[in-house]
């Protein structure tokens, strides 16, 4: 959800800023499904009968349609999704996954970076109300008016990767941490934040890194290097996290293999 380096905001580049051409839509191994499996006639019974055979490519070809769809019309899905009245511009499946985190890890503290309208934090909040437990600690750059006003939240102004700021969020860290980073999305910033941030994140908690989806994963083809690209570099280097794939059961995710979960 947040902006770029570059000031770019996700969906900001056209009506439909992506490809058209199949093998896009369906990737390599979706096309010979379609091609092969279903038929020339494409008949539903030829494709019942290798489903099981050719699961994994159908799954990843019918949901990078959806995620297509879906993400395609920001004005429609994700740019007009609110909480409690707040925007919010996530992925209501993606919100679903973090109240489990919640309820299953009970973070103390929960470190977000990027806050833009503060939909995330008051959700997050709203969910540690219910658990009884937990506040949130967010920063941004810019100060924006009106953002909800909770007791179990705290904003702070600032650049995420600051000493500053990385001072205060060190201070604010304590008990059991979970850390979400959404700020600028380019692998350069996602890849200080990762090194900066994952010493805070304390063993059986997570570390998640919001839209890793784009520069073709599959949003965005044309974003150029981001926060996959990040995460690949980072765990080259950090196997005490792993990506848990448990968190991605609903298909369509803004986070793929973006869910790290310390050992």
């Given at each position: 959800?947040?902006?770029?380096?570059?000031?770019?905001?996700?969906?900001?580049?056209?009506?439909?800023?992506?490809?058209h051409d199949e093998e896009t839509i369906y990737g390599k191994h979706g096309l010979?499904?379609?091609?092969?499996?279903?038929?020339?006639s494409g008949s539903t019974m030829t494709g019942v009968k290798h489903w099981a055979?050719?699961?994994?490519?159908?799954?990843?070809?019918?949901?990078?349609?959806?995620?297509?769809?879906?993400?395609?019309?920001?004005?429609?899905?994700?740019?007009?999704?609110?909480?409690?009245?707040?925007?919010?511009?996530?992925?209501?499946?993606?919100?679903?996954?973090?109240?489990?985190?919640?309820?299953?890890?009970?973070?103390?503290?929960?470190?977000?970076?990027?806050?833009?309208?503060?939909?995330?934090?008051?959700?997050?909040?709203?969910?540690?109300?219910?658990?009884?437990?937990?506040?949130?600690?967010?920063?941004?750059?810019?100060?924006?008016?009106?953002?909800?006003?909770?007791?179990?939240?705290?904003?702070?102004?600032?650049?995420?990767?600051?000493?500053?700021?990385?001072?205060?969020?060190?201070?604010?860290?304590?008990?059991?941490?979970?850390?979400?980073?959404?700020?600028?999305?380019?692998?350069?910033?996602?890849?200080?934040?990762?090194?900066?941030?994952?010493?805070?994140?304390?063993?059986?908690?997570?570390?998640?890194?919001?839209?890793?989806?784009?520069?073709?994963?599959?949003?965005?083809?044309?974003?150029?290097?981001?926060?996959?690209?990040?995460?690949?570099?980072?765990?080259?280097?950090?196997?005490?996290?792993?990506?848990?794939?448990?968190?991605?059961?609903?298909?369509?995710?803004?986070?793929?293999?973006?869910?790290?979960?310390?050992?």
């Amino acid at each position: 959800m947040a902006v770029t380096a570059q000031g770019r905001d996700k969906g900001q580049h056209g009506s439909d800023p992506y490809p058209h051409d199949e093998e896009t839509i369906y990737g390599k191994h979706g096309l010979k499904w379609k091609a092969g499996r279903l038929g020339p006639s494409g008949s539903t019974m030829t494709g019942v009968k290798h489903w099981a055979a050719t699961r994994s490519p159908v799954e990843k070809a019918v949901t990078n349609l959806f995620h297509r769809m879906y993400y395609g019309l920001p004005q429609r899905t994700w740019k007009r999704t609110t909480w409690l009245g707040t925007p919010i511009l996530k992925c209501p499946l993606d919100l679903w996954i973090y109240q489990e985190l919640l309820a299953r890890i009970r973070p103390e503290v929960i470190l977000e970076t990027g806050t833009n309208e503060g939909g995330s934090a008051h959700y997050l909040a709203s969910i540690c109300d219910l658990l009884d437990s937990g506040r949130v600690v967010t920063v941004d750059l810019a100060p924006k008016p009106n953002r909800p006003q909770h007791p179990r939240i705290t904003y702070i102004e600032g650049s995420s990767t600051s000493s500053e700021v990385l001072s205060r969020m060190s201070e604010e860290a304590s008990g059991t941490v979970m850390v979400i980073l959404d700020s600028d999305h380019s692998r350069g910033h996602v890849l200080d934040e990762l090194k900066a941030y994952s010493p805070l994140v304390t063993p059986g908690s997570y570390l998640i890194v919001e839209d890793t989806n784009i520069n073709g994963h599959p949003a965005h083809p044309r974003w150029g290097p981001g926060p996959m690209e990040a995460v690949e570099e980072f765990l080259g280097s950090h196997p005490e996290f792993r990506v848990d794939r448990d968190c991605e059961k609903f298909f369509m995710t803004f986070n793929p293999s973006g869910y790290l979960q310390r050992a």
